[in-house]
């Protein structure tokens, strides 16, 4: 003959798992609402390329002003061929502008804004007027601050 009464240990572990979820999705929210709040947007300006031996990255130096400050920044392009790569960046970026985002109260730690995981984090739209430098981004590498 079958047992067909409930089986109670299967409640208890549902609710666990599905108050752990819960929770963790909760925490997420907060986290990017803090984030959102506590977040500035400018623009800043590529300087100068570097590709530094023994680097698989070239490094983007840029600079951005606030509140009649200037700042400074330096962003990580992921790279094999890293100085092909680099003339390649050289030519196209310099003195090119891209999205800038720092924490407000310390505009001093900066991130420049360069690849699709970077607006993903900040659910922001990667400008229209960019595109094609995106491209060519995305094509060498991931970007890394």
Known sequence: MRNTAPNHQVFPIFSIVLVGVLVANFLKYRQEERLWQSTSFTSGRITNLSAPRDFQQVFADYEYQTDGKVYSGRAGI???????????????????????VYPNGNPSKSEMLLSKQQYLKFKVTRPDSLKIYFKIIDSISNVRN
């Open 78 to 100: 992921r790279s094999k061929n890293t100085y092909g790569d680099k003339d390649l960046l050289n030519m196209i970026l310099i003195d090119k502008v891209f999205p800038v």
